[in-house]
């Protein structure tokens, strides 16, 4: 099976702009979660979407937002974008529905440099 | 609400020794615990999972931890530590969804693992 995919796999964005990120879960698995990385914050979880609709949400202002398609790819977008948003943004799929013993599957990230 | 503290920011061991990482959890319920693996510019790798089975958990590479509820501690060991262990190492725990945690993922700051030669 194909592992988690996300692409772009780099992208440098001039402030106030705004991106679009993409994920792919493995196939077959429905949850599809995003996560923030940065030196400063660590690994902070920014939302999860289920069978297209958004599950649970992490403590991020308005201006991230998600969705999640019928074949279970989901895209994250960022509007207005700030220099603070400058991270490795990763994607994790799981094929657990409501049981959190499911372990999740993490792409390899997208590196978001924002200048 | 749950959380994990993971006691050492940093950890050196020579080559051929035993590798301990240490991590505390705090949970209101039953927690599923995970340790993940980060090697540079790379994603991150599920190294075992914990579920309310066995308390002795073993995971890839020969790596394994123990679930200690008495102590509230999951620490990751490994009997000798190899070069390409080297890695950043975060311990994981996960909301129940019974709480309307659904899959979120609450991370440790992570232990930077150095093996020296």
């Known amino acids: 099976k194909a592992g988690v995919t996300q692409t772009p796999r780099y992208l440098i964005k001039t402030r106030g702009q705004q991106v679009t990120l993409s994920c792919s879960p493995i196939?077959?698995?429905?949850?599809v979660s995003w996560y923030q990385q940065t030196p400063g914050q660590g690994l902070q979880f920014l939302f999860e979407?289920?069978?297209?609709?958004?599950?649970n949400k992490g403590n991020f202002p308005g201006r991230f937002s998600g969705r999640q398609f019928s074949n279970s790819r989901s895209e994250m977008n960022v509007s207005t974008l700030e220099l603070g948003d400058s991270a490795l943004y990763l994607c994790?799929?799981?094929?657990?529905?409501?049981?959190?013993?499911?372990?999740?599957?993490f792409g390899p990230g997208t590196r978001l440099t924002v200048t | 609400a749950q959380s994990v503290t993971q006691l050492d920011s940093h950890v050196s061991v020579s080559e051929g020794t035993p590798v301990l990482l240490r991590c505390n959890y705090s949970?209101?319920?039953?927690?599923?615990l995970f340790w993940y693996v980060q090697h540079p510019n790379k994603g991150l790798q599920l190294l075992l999972k914990?579920?309310?089975?066995?308390?002795l958990v073993k995971g890839i590479n020969g790596f394994e931890a123990e679930f200690k509820k008495s102590e509230t501690s999951f620490h990751l060991t490994k009997p000798s530590a190899h070069m390409s262990d080297a890695a950043e190492y975060f311990c994981?725990?996960?909301?129940?969804?019974?709480?309307?945690?659904?899959?979120?993922?609450?991370f440790g700051t992570g232990t930077q693992l150095k093996v020296e030669l």
């Open positions: 994981v725990v996960s909301a129940d969804v019974l709480t309307g945690g659904g899959n979120k993922l609450t």
């Open positions: 196939s077959g698995h429905r949850s």
């Open positions: 979407y289920f069978s297209e609709t958004q599950r």
């Open positions: 914990y579920t309310s089975a066995a308390t």
């Open positions: 994790a799929s799981t094929n657990g529905d409501t049981s959190t013993h499911y372990e999740q599957y």
């Open positions: 949970s209101s319920y039953s927690p599923s």
